[in-house]
């Protein structure tokens, strides 16, 4: 069953990325800020996981605890980026935003060069999640098919925070018109934080999540970064259903390069992203005025 | 009710409002009149919190507001509209009132609790304003006249006791601001609101206005009821152009 595993294996992928992908386009669609440094704050959640699990190991759901631990580093880092830093820059042209989140990109950078060095680390599956299982058809690592269950349970529940709660409908309020949503009596810059905070948090669980799956090195952030980018823009940005399914079809199309035209794996994703621009420049589910 | 102490805000060396000073009573109907550029919305905007003044001082109720962000002005007691139509024009109607009225609650942060329907606070609102047939359209696609109203019902969602409307009729016809006025006044009286708004059509200015108060070059030049306005000279000279009708 050859094809089914390459299937799953772009499904792991493609629902890993939109972990990360998501919290991107969320972060632009209300703060209307492109942020360079979310591949950094991935980054950095992989190699906090890394540190937390090896001062306390592993074994008995320790992994679980540095998943979590890396989720609020990177969730309070994002707060205070957004408090102390980018707050100021939103009433200026976005191309000082831009700088400033990609000065980030090499602050993180080089964080992560001081405190772990430049040589790859890796980190091993947590234990209740070694080994392969046996689906019927094909059997397939059990960390991966874990990944995959994680992807679709995020994308369930963001749809359903968004649709279903206060929360959400603030911040698709948000998305829409700040300065009115502040004279109905909602704190929107507590909002605007919320956002890049959850937004860090998502990027930071996902970065613990990568790392037993892949090693940890610097230049990680501008790989996932440009998937990133690229699912975002055939999805549309600040669309949560585009990015969905925008990671999908990167995840598969991986796959199927990878079996068939291996040297030309990352030229297919190019491809199908310049075949969107050119003929829906806005994204398969964005809206046509977004992104300016 | 609501007093602008001297309030004074500059951009770029331009002084938009010059120590501009009134007092609007409680119930009361206070129109801020001028031509274009003579400051209303800057000053609107000063009072809300959207701008912030270089010198004076704003108090509501004898609570100050200078300094607070928009939304804890909101907060304080007042509701606003803006000249442009601001609606969340992509979700329907009746999810804008609910987002008017989870936001008075101060209910954004409890995001754990589900999201009620409010079923009769929303279709209060909607039937008030009379868009309880449209309560399922969406916003941005319905006509000028009813996104105006929506926009009053998100205004009124706060229950503000002071309620401060930037040219509510602009871009109206002629039909659709008579509506719109009978609408506003019907409102302010059944809710006991102090009303403070700008306005550019005299009729409906001298029409239902208490007060009014005369904004000219960021500085107020008149204020006061309106035949004594009418019969201000000054305000005839650089505003009126000519003795008032």
Redesign the interface.
Known sequence: MFGAIQFLNGLSHGLSLFLVAAGLSIIFGVLRVLNFAHGGFYMLGGYVAYEVVRRIGMEHGLFWVAVIVAGLVLALVAAGIERFMLRQLYNRDQIYQLLFTFALVLLIGDVVRIFWSTTALSVSFPPELRGAQNLGFTIYPRYRLFLCVVGVVAAVGLWL?FQ???????I??AT??R?????????????YLAVFAGGGALAGISGALAAPALALRGGMDAEIIVECFIVVIIGGLGSLWGAFIGALLIGQLRAIGITFVPEWEIVLIYLLMIVVLVFRPWGLFGKKQAGS | MLEVDGITKSFAGFTAVNKATLTVGVGQVHAVIGPNGAGKSTLFNLITGHLTADAGEVRLEGKRLTGLPPHAVVRSGLGRSFQRISVFSKMSVRENIQIGLVAREREELCFWRPLRDRRRDTDELLETVGLIDEQNATAGQMSYGKQKQLELALALAGQPRILLLDEPTAGMSPRETDECIELVMRVVKERGMTLLFTEHDMNIVFGIADRISVLHHGEIIASGAPEEVRANTSVQEVYLGRPAR
């Open positions: 925070l279903r709660t206060r929360w959400g409908r603030i698709r309020a829409q018109d300065e009115m949503l502040s004279s109905l009596g909602v704190n929107v810059p507590m909002v």
